[in-house]
Nanobody, 124 residues
Framework: QVQLVESGGGLVQAGGSLRLSCTAS????????IGWFRQAPGKQREGVSC????????FYVDSVKDRFIVSKDDDDRTVYLQMNNLKPEDTAVYYC?????????????????WGQGTQVTVSS
């Protein structure tokens, strides 16, 4: 069974950091991209970052570029999202999902599997 489990969310002050984890089972990371998404109350779910299955290339939306870093540990089947210099507008539930590539990061509805989400709250 395909399963994704996120962890690492919490409450932090603006300027702080969090490290999110997404642990996968039922598939291998070398055949599946892992995308990070977030959804704030009243907002559409949006793609944030992605790490490619083919070559490990990473992708970021402009709003998090230079602040967030995505990485993976293939042996542990875990993808990380290091979030630095957090801002109140980063507050959301963060999810990881799978796809064959990172090309559809902008279309969250096309991703088939999701974790349960982890809450990130950034106070000012």
């Amino acid at each position: 069974q395909v399963q994704l489990v996120e962890s690492g969310g919490g409450l932090v002050q603006a300027g702080g950091s969090l490290r999110l984890s997404c642990t996968a089972s039922g598939f291998t990371l070398d055949h599946h991209a892992i995308g990070w998404f977030r959804q704030a109350p009243g907002k559409q779910r949006e793609g944030v970052s992605c790490i490619s299955a083919t070559d490990g290339s990473t992708f970021y939306v402009d709003s998090v570029k230079d602040r967030f870093i995505v990485s993976k540990d293939d042996d542990d089947r875990t993808v990380y999202l290091q979030m630095n210099n957090l801002k109140p507008e980063d507050t959301a539930v963060y999810y990881c999902g799978t796809d064959l590539s990172c090309l559809r990061l902008g279309d969250p509805s096309d991703w088939s599997y999701w974790g349960q989400g982890t809450q990130v709250t950034v106070s000012s």
